[in-house]
């Protein structure tokens, strides 16, 4: 078996080895405000702001992210995840606590609980090595070149934007 990219595919099986692409992140100079793909930061609504709440405790879902939908017509698709101490989301996908939202023009999923008007929650944070919130970082995100395997040591803010 390969166990690590190659340039070919053999047999079906070995496709999930071909050089596959990277997120790119790069550190933003100022707050992220345009409808790109971002971790954290607050969302870049298209259309009414809607921020999920918690359906058991009401309290606003954290955001996670927001990311651009292929197609013609610009829509972002923004992702908000229940956190409790630092575990994020649960096992259920319908429990409403982790919530994708499409703008414009998608639709709610039924199990979603939007907060009143004006809710804002929380955004994607970076801990520290004691396990303490060292930081709210705004990311945007970019198409890099095909993944090398090589890790890579990630500041307290990035941005991840288009090539």
């Not at 390969?2 to 990277?22: E, H, M, S, V």
């Not at 790109?36 to 607050?42: E, H, M, T, Y």
């Not at 999923?109 to 907060?115: E, N, Q, W």
């Not at 004006?118 to 945007?140: F, K, N, Q, V, Y």
């Amino acid at each position: 078996m390969i166990t690590r990219p190659t340039g070919q595919a053999d047999g079906p099986y070995d496709a999930a080895f071909l050089p596959r692409r990277q997120i790119v992140l790069r550190a933003p100079e100022r707050p992220i405000t345009d409808p790109v793909a971002k971790l954290g930061g607050d969302p870049v609504w298209l259309s009414e702001p809607t921020w999920p709440v918690d359906p058991r405790t009401k309290v606003p879902l954290v955001f996670v992210g927001q990311f651009p939908i292929p197609g013609d017509e610009l829509r972002l698709a923004y992702l908000f995840l229940h956190e409790e101490d630092i575990c994020m989301g649960g096992m259920d996908p319908e429990a409403g606590d982790g919530v994708l939202l499409v703008q414009p023009d998608g639709r709610i999923p039924s199990f979603a609980v939007i907060g009143s008007p004006g809710t804002h929650g929380r955004t994607l944070w970076r801990w520290g090595p004691d396990e303490s919130e060292i930081c709210r970082p705004a990311t945007g995100i970019a198409r890099g070149r095909p993944f090398n395997c090589r890790a890579r040591r990630l500041g307290a803010e990035h941005a991840w934007r288009r090539s």
